[in-house]
């Protein structure tokens, strides 16, 4: 067992290592450099890390060349493959008592597995997952989930403040995870509701951005109606803040951890039929708000993604 993190020692935050430069890595990011922070790369897309330069960050060649510089590290992984083979690369060479802010969201068990391997190197690893889409990670507007090592999240709060809106230490290591599942369940009822609410609005002959503009801030409104709706009102899912084939691997963890502890989950297995046929449509970059389209197919409406943008829609993102 690593020895604990003493709270009292400060740790320098202003050089923060980012792993994985995806949608999330990269929004995280540019709000951290915003914030003040240098912030180290590292990504196997060269893509990812050319866009991270031209950011303002700078770029390591591998994750544990990146780690070597700063006290703190941030993962945002998308696979449990890519998270086993990130925390061996960086036990095997990365300085005793740095913390590991692994924000993915993916099985507790795989967490609790790359925690095992970086504490015999003397490395911290927290369980941190974040609440929010990529186009509220661009604008600061995240809650992040932090379980495990209390004084090393005491640590880490600058940095979280430099991307989050907010941000908990909510117990044991684990209870991020648990937090995150139940949140996400909430995301894919809600998200499909609001399809399912614009394919009525559409069958019944009122506007979508009327409807929007009418029903997001009532009783009958939800965050991802909020936040997906503009998408949802422009029938135009093209610009991904949560891409639908990534959101597969969501689903599949959550109902796992469902299935595990015997819930009752009626409404979330409702609404996985809703993704798979959005795979099917061959919407699997889209984003998720493109059940909506899955929906007003079902319905018998064909509706075309409009020209331009509305105002109001582009305002609402």
């Given at each position: 067992?690593?020895?604990?993190?003493?709270?009292?020692?400060?740790?320098?935050?202003?050089?923060?290592?980012?792993?994985?430069?995806?949608i999330?890595?990269?929004?995280?990011?540019?709000?951290?450099?915003?914030?003040?922070?240098?912030?180290?790369?590292?990504?196997?897309?060269?893509?990812?890390?050319?866009?991270?330069?031209?950011?303002?960050?700078?770029?390591a060649?591998s994750?544990?060349?990146?780690a070597?510089?700063?006290?703190?590290?941030?993962?945002?992984?998308?696979?449990?493959?890519?998270?086993?083979?990130?925390?061996?690369?960086l036990?095997?060479?990365?300085?005793?008592?740095?913390?590991?802010?692994?924000?993915?969201?993916?099985?507790?068990e795989?967490?609790?597995?790359?925690?095992?391997?970086?504490?015999?190197?003397?490395?911290i690893l927290?369980?941190?997952?974040?609440?929010?889409?990529?186009?509220?990670?661009?604008?600061?507007?995240?809650?992040?989930?932090?379980?495990?090592?209390?004084?090393?999240?005491?640590?880490?709060?600058?940095?979280?403040?430099?991307?989050?809106?907010?941000?908990f230490?909510?117990?044991?290591?684990?209870?991020?995870?648990?937090?995150?599942?139940?949140?996400?369940?909430?995301?894919?009822?809600?998200?499909?509701?609001?399809?399912?609410?614009?394919?009525?609005?559409l069958?019944?002959?009122?506007?979508?951005?009327?409807m929007?503009?009418?029903?997001?801030?009532?009783?009958?409104?939800?965050r991802?109606f909020?936040?997906?709706?503009?998408?949802?009102?422009?029938?135009?899912?093209?610009?991904?803040?949560?891409?639908?084939?990534?959101?597969?691997?969501?689903?599949?963890?959550?109902?796992?951890?469902?299935?595990?502890?015997?819930?009752?989950?009626?409404?979330?297995?409702?609404?996985?039929?809703?993704?798979?046929?959005?795979m099917?449509?061959?919407?699997a970059?889209?984003?998720?708000?493109?059940?909506?389209?899955?929906?007003?197919?079902?319905?018998?409406?064909?509706?075309?993604?409009?020209?331009?943008?509305?105002?109001?829609?582009?305002?609402?993102?």
């Amino acid at each position: 067992m690593v020895k604990e993190v003493d709270a009292a020692k400060p740790t320098n935050p202003s050089q923060v290592a980012m792993i994985g430069l995806g949608i999330m890595g990269s929004a995280m990011s540019s709000n951290l450099i915003k914030a003040g922070f240098t912030v180290i790369g590292f990504d196997i897309d060269p893509a990812a890390r050319a866009a991270h330069k031209a950011a303002g960050g700078r770029v390591a060649a591998s994750a544990q060349a990146a780690a070597r510089q700063a006290g703190i590290v941030i993962t945002s992984l998308p696979s449990a493959k890519a998270l086993a083979a990130t925390a061996k690369e960086l036990a095997a060479g990365v300085a005793r008592g740095t913390i590991v802010v692994e924000t993915s969201t993916l099985p507790i068990e795989d967490k609790d597995a790359a925690r095992s391997a970086l504490a015999a190197a003397g490395v911290i690893l927290l369980d941190c997952p974040l609440s929010g889409t990529g186009a509220q990670a661009r604008k600061k507007d995240l809650l992040l989930y932090a379980s495990g090592d209390e004084a090393a999240y005491a640590r880490c709060q600058a940095v979280f403040d430099g991307f989050c809106s907010g941000h908990f230490h909510v117990g044991e290591f684990g209870n991020g995870s648990k937090l995150k599942f139940i949140a996400n369940l909430l995301v894919a009822i809600h998200n499909v509701a609001a399809g399912e609410a614009f394919a009525l609005a559409l069958k019944a002959g009122i506007d979508p951005a009327l409807m929007y503009k009418v029903i997001a801030g009532g009783a009958g409104g939800s965050r991802m109606f909020s936040v997906r709706g503009p998408m949802m009102v422009e029938a135009d899912y093209s610009e991904a803040t949560m891409k639908v084939e990534v959101w597969q691997k969501d689903m599949k963890i959550i109902g796992d951890f469902v299935s595990s502890l015997g819930v009752a989950a009626p409404l979330f297995a409702a609404s996985a039929p809703i993704y798979n046929a959005a795979m099917s449509a061959g919407l699997a970059k889209a984003d998720t708000a493109a059940v909506c389209a899955v929906l007003e197919s079902m319905s018998g409406i064909d509706r075309k993604p409009r020209k331009k943008r509305s105002t109001r829609a582009r305002s609402a993102t």
